[in-house]
């Protein structure tokens, strides 16, 4: 369930403090998610964002205001909402369909590490054309130089999910995490192992790491 997968939260010592450079983002009146659920404590800490996952899977009118809170004035807010819009969208990707501009540009250009780790994971998830398909490769291709070994972890498996929809990426996704695989950090290399191994896979079948399904 969902609590077994995001029980534990994802430590690590990049780029803490850094963010969109964007205007604080008011809660508007009769808004029924709850601000406060995801405030408090440090970023290393996932707090009641499972508890938000659980009101908006129950009623999905309130994913917008979900969203929304990526782009809040707080990191802390923006990292839970961040973390509690990718476990809703491993279900419903189809959610993601509005935000779409929204993921390739503003927010694939946060700063924020945990809102990054997790942009990775959902850009994935939306079926993209031709030109779109380049664009999510480009942005996950500049994921790989980040500081944080989190976000690169999740930016190598997410060109590897890319290239489910995306074959011609094949070649030059496994190239990058052959490179990965010998220079990265422990976590990176045994990803980098894993999905190696499923790539190279002579039948072709579309690597079998990726979580939730596709939205067009």
């Known amino acids: 369930g969902l609590e077994e997968r995001v029980a534990m939260p994802v430590r690590d010592g990049g780029d803490r403090g850094s963010g969109m450079d ?11 998610v ?5 405030e408090g404590g440090d970023r290393r800490s996932i707090g009641r964002s499972n508890d938000v996952v659980v009101e908006v899977l129950a009623e999905r009118k309130l994913f ?3 969203f929304a809170g990526l782009s809040f004035d707080d990191p802390v807010v923006r990292a ?17 369909r509005p935000y779409r501009v929204t993921l390739v540009g503003e927010l694939a250009r946060c700063e924020q590490k945990e809102v990054r ?3 990775a994971q959902m850009l994935p998830r939306l079926r993209w054309n031709a030109r779109e398909r380049q664009e999510v490769c480009d942005i996950l291709t ?7 070994s989190i976000v690169k972890t999740f930016a190598m498996q997410a060109l590897a999910d890319l290239t489910t929809q995306a ?3 094949r070649p030059a996704v496994l190239r990058q995490l052959q490179k990965l695989t010998v220079r990265g950090t422990p976590a990176m290399r ?3 192992r894993k999905l190696l191994e499923e790539l190279s896979d002579s039948t072709g079948r579309p690597a079998r790491g990726a979580k939730g399904r596709c939205a067009g």
């Open 22 to 32: 964007l205007p604080p983002v008011q809660a508007v009146p009769g808004q029924v």
């Open 64 to 66: 917008s205001d979900l």
């Open 190 to 192: 045994a990803r980098g």
């Open 80 to 96: 839970r909402a961040a973390d509690a819009v990718e476990k809703i969208s491993a279900i419903h990707p189809e959610y993601l």
């Open 117 to 119: 780790w997790h942009v």
């Open 34 to 38: 709850d601000r406060a659920q995801l």
């Open 142 to 148: 500049g994921y790989l130089c980040d500081s944080s």
């Open 167 to 169: 074959p011609e990426f």
